[in-house]
């Protein structure tokens, strides 16, 4: 049966699409999308009554499988880090994913496998099996790939394979027993810092591997402005290198964890507001090519300790576009290019069949209000977590519509 979605601003950064149009899906894929076109007599008419619709959201970094929650927030497609219960190293463990996900009608799973065994940072994984069976990406997840010549060897095994490698930006024993950002409030608080030295040190290394070897390197949470300045430079000398950020560190700054707030505790820490401006100026300028959640659910039994047993992490699968749009109504990024770092870059990264709006791709789409007011409501999560900083915080834009294979899943009128 055919769907048409008319009034709708299509929005599609692959081909700089930004028109009042509609789009039909023909079954679970897109049968005609444009400005002028024949919309079937027979077809189910959805009035989008002018607000976005793109590709569905790509989100490259959740920690838990947590479906309402991505559907929620527009999410079509996530993707799993291989920190599981069962470590994703195996191309057993990728085939059991991916067969799950396959056929079920639902957000679609793919998994990045560990880079080293168990994550441990010695052995190599068996990255060509695992690319075979489905995974799109290899890292050692929350932390570094340590020793140089292990990494100089995964980058080499990679550019056999042309596997992405992606890679936690923080030096392990300069980060070691750190708690926050090195800095005035960690040094009143009297909390081990991490230098923000930490990151740029690593990014340098891993790029000159990359460099040496051929091979592809994403940065998977940039936290810092020297960091990304690295980066930056190196993608000016055409260094194979990404990166990506997540919304909490374009909106908070060390300050967040004051009164040992244990809900802004994260990995790597929220660093100064230089950093954060910088971050912000990243993104606009395409230094930064992905946002991500880096979704991690937690419960208040280990967010609601003293701040140096809590846990790291936040929710962020709910929050992902509302978060990153107010950086788009501040007038400092622009609607598409932060359309694009949540639909085509992941999926080009990915090497991904989805993030765009084109005829004969599957119809995963997002249809969101850019100016709807809302409160963030902690209590009102599809997600049983509820550990984010940014409870009660106004924002502005909604998802309204998550469709995937063609079928709504979601509707922000008749939540599940």
Known sequence: MSIAFINARLMDPATELDAIGSLVTNGDRIG????DIEIPSDAEIVDCGG???CPGLIDMRVHSVDVASALAGGVTTVILQPDQTTVIDTDPVVERIRSRSVGSNSVSVYPMGAATRGLQGDQLA???????SGAVAFTDCRKATEKTQVMRRLLEYAEHFDALIVQFPEDPELAEDG??????????MGLIGIPSEAEVIQIERDIRLAEMTGARIHFSLLSSRDGLEAIRTAKKRGAKVTCSTAPHYLHLNENAVEGYRTFAKVSPPLRSESDRLALIEGVADGTIDTLVSDHDPRSE?????????AATGIVG??????????????GKINMMTLIRTLT???????????GRLEIGRYADLTIFDPDKPWRIDEAAFQSS????PFDTLPVQGQVWRTIIGGKTLFNVDTPS
């Open 301 to 309: 039994d280990v967010k609601r300790l003293p701040f140096g047993q």
């Open 385 to 388: 977590a509820k550990n984010t």
């Open 126 to 132: 068996e990255i060509g099996q695992m690319k075979q």
């Open 344 to 354: 085509q870059a992941p999926a080009e990264l990915l090497e991904l069949d989805t």
């Open 317 to 330: 699968l709910e929050t992902l576009l509302p978060l990153s749009l107010s950086h788009v109504h501040s």
């Open 179 to 188: 708690l926050a950002h090195e800095g005035e409030v960690a040094s009143r």
């Open 32 to 35: 005609a999308v444009g400005v």
């Open 51 to 53: 607000r976005i619709l």
